[in-house]
């Protein structure tokens, strides 16, 4: 038996990166501090993926959208063992809420063809929204297993993960073709093999490059394989701006105020008129 | 479109008891349909669930959408989304609202993709207000805005859904104040008849490990959070120890957690616990938009840091300067003093 495994990943801002170097001294970010990463618990979903393979045999395939800078997640794909890589990448596509964004990577899935599992961290770290993992299983009519904590097996007709609920955990199993999304504690990504960036590292899509330079690519099978709202067959009113019935009415940036704050030096003395001011104040009842 | 459609709050339960998160988030329900003049109802799916529909009734519901089934007791995704897709088509609530449990955010995406409609995802507030469409200058009334954190918290973006129904939206948890529970109630409990068909596509629960939850940070007076400035995890102990004299509970940031100071029940913030005790012991934080996000509600703050300029100084009501391990055995000591 040999699967068919699709993991999608997406390329993030990294927001946890945030300490105070990267606030303006006014509060707020400082967003050209921050690097453009792998979000961390799709790599998770990238090395579930991966194990998958080794386990039981067959193919993995990443699937990317965003511009044609977010090449870079599916290179790092390729370097840690990914077989085959897809971007998607299309100007009708940008500015998709979650709803746009599952509706496009189910056409893209859809047009792979055969597939048994797919694979997506629970949540992206830039919006937090768990919300394109269950909206993906949606528009396929398939099963879901969300926060999975670890895959235990999987046979020909179904697979069983332990998933995190709210009490603990739970197993479930669900038949195949299902989606599942990963959490953090879900084996530790491996790093990059030295081999493989020697590699990839000149893989690019036709996007990063000029004609000439995507056809040498191509010779050399570095080329990444790109497909646009056409190829994959979009509705292009249920794509990008369009095909997002979410609309950010107002954005506020967070600012810290000081506050009126009182100050106590590290001093028996001090410490003890602050345990006072508490004790008065009943904070301690 | 029709605007005069309900506001509905999805109850999640465990037997016959209803999650805090949705009684939360129920509260808020009722306030947002009193705004707007329409019915606020409760939506509960179990086998045998007439109870937890008489105490939403109690809890001010006006309907109760009660939907019982076997396959309904212990939540799986399909057999509620389902259903839950089906009662929405029929009925057309104007508003739907979900905790953001892990429970909530596996069937609050489903339902919205299902039903192609948006969803957002987390809010920490909901208002009833006005939008008007940048570029055809229309201008909807009534909606609900939904107010989250972005970006890792250092944006708070307010979205709508002008053109979709429901209007979804996720409620983070420990955010809104829990309703009041009266002695009788006049909802109208509406039973549907709801078979679950493709039974094929059921997900069966074939495992369980319950951990019971030890630390209670939600409900906790006093917190004593410990950060990655605290340093090790032997010096973490002078957090414990700071908590046991002060009979409160111990949290930490992501980043002690992450280093292996003490496990993730403990976190504050945008990943972990959403917080408001009356006092919150900020020890060796330098206060991250994500830590801060979870605890700068609290009644009281006390900050502990040898950076003078860390951020957490600035949502402090108290502040020191100083090592933890010189103020921390200070203050046990000093407290015992006045506190025999």
């Known amino acids: 038996m040999s699967y068919r495994i699709i993991v999608l990943a997406k390329q993030v801002p990294d927001t946890k990166a945030i300490s105070s170097k990267a606030m303006n001294p006014d509060g707020t970010l400082n967003r050209s501090a921050l690097p453009a990463i792998f979000n961390p618990e799709d790599l998770h979903a990238l090395e579930a993926g991966l194990q998958l393979r080794e386990r039981y045999g067959g193919i993995v395939t990443v699937i990317t959208m965003g511009p044609p800078s977010a090449a870079e997640v599916l290179r790092e794909s390729l370097y840690r063992g990914a077989d085959e890589v897809i971007l998607l990448t299309d100007r009708y596509f940008a500015g998709s809420d979650t709803l746009a964004t599952s509706y496009i990577l189910s056409r893209a899935i859809s047009k792979t063809g055969h597939y048994d599992i797919i694979l997506c961290g629970r949540q992206a770290i830039d919006g937090n929204t768990a919300q394109v993992g269950p909206q993906v299983a949606e528009k396929l009519g398939l099963p879901q297993i969300t926060s999975v904590e670890e895959i235990v097996q999987i046979d020909s007709v179904k697979i069983s993960a332990w998933k995190m609920v709210e009490r603990g955990k739970e197993l479930l199993e669900v038949p195949l073709p299902a989606v599942l999304t990963v959490v953090d504690t879900a084996g530790k990504p491996r790093p990059p093999s030295a081999k493989k960036i020697m590699r990839f590292k000149k893989a690019q899509a036709p996007g990063e490059a000029t004609p000439e330079e995507a056809q040498a690519l191509k010779d050399r099978g570095l080329l990444i394989r790109e497909w646009n709202a056409e190829q994959i067959g979009a509705d292009l009113s249920r794509c990008g701006v369009q095909g997002s019935p979410t609309k950010v009415q107002k954005i506020k940036k967070v600012v810290l105020k000081a506050k009126d704050i009182k100050q106590y030096a590290a001093t028996d003395e001090s410490l003890s008129q602050l345990l006072q001011e508490l004790i008065q104040e009943h904070t301690f009842d | ?340």
């Open chain 2, 1 to 340: 479109m029709k605007t005069d459609g309900e506001v509905w709050v999805y109850i999640q339960r465990q037997g016959q008891e209803i999650a805090e998160a949705s009684l939360e988030i129920f509260s808020k329900g009722k306030d947002l349909a009193k705004q707007l003049a329409v019915p606020v109802a409760a939506v509960v799916l179990g086998d045998e669930v007439q109870q937890v529909a008489e105490t939403m009734s109690r809890y001010g519901a006006h309907k109760v959408y009660l939907l019982q089934a076997p396959q309904f007791e212990q939540y799986t995704t399909l057999p509620q989304a389902r259903a839950i897709t089906r009662l929405v088509k029929q009925y057309q609530p104007a508003i739907f609202l979900l905790a953001a449990t892990p429970q909530g955010r596996d069937l609050a995406p489903r339902l919205a993709s299902a039903l192609g409609v948006g969803l957002t995802a987390d809010c920490t507030d909901l208002r009833i207000g006005t939008y008007a469409d940048p570029k055809t200058k229309q201008k909807h009334a009534n909606l609900l805005l939904q107010i989250r954190p972005a970006w890792g918290g250092n944006l708070i973006a307010t979205i709508v859904n002008p053109e979709t129904r429901p209007q979804m939206a996720t409620v983070r948890e420990g955010i809104m104040r829990l309703p009041e529970q009266q002695n009788s109630g006049t909802a109208e409990i509406i039973t549907i008849q709801s078979g679950v068909s493709s039974e094929d596509l059921l997900p069966r629960i074939i495992g369980q490990r319950i951990t019971e939850r030890r630390v209670n940070l939600k409900q906790a007076k006093i917190i004593v959070s410990g950060g990655a400035g605290v340093g090790t995890k032997e010096k973490f102990h002078l957090i414990h120890q700071l908590a046991r004299v002060l009979g409160a509970e111990v949290g930490a940031t992501r980043a002690a957690v992450d280093a292996g100071f003490i496990d993730h029940d403990h976190q504050v913030g945008q990943t972990g616990t959403t917080v408001r005790p009356k006092l919150y012991i900020a020890c060796g934080i330098s206060g991250t938009i994500q830590h801060l996000a979870g605890m700068e509600e609290s009644g009281k703050i006390l900050a502990i840091n040898t950076d003078a300029e860390a951020p957490i100084f600035s949502v402090a009501h108290y502040g020191i300067v100083g090592d933890l391990q010189d103020v921390i055995p200070a203050l046990i000591r000093l407290y015992k003093a006045q506190r025999p």
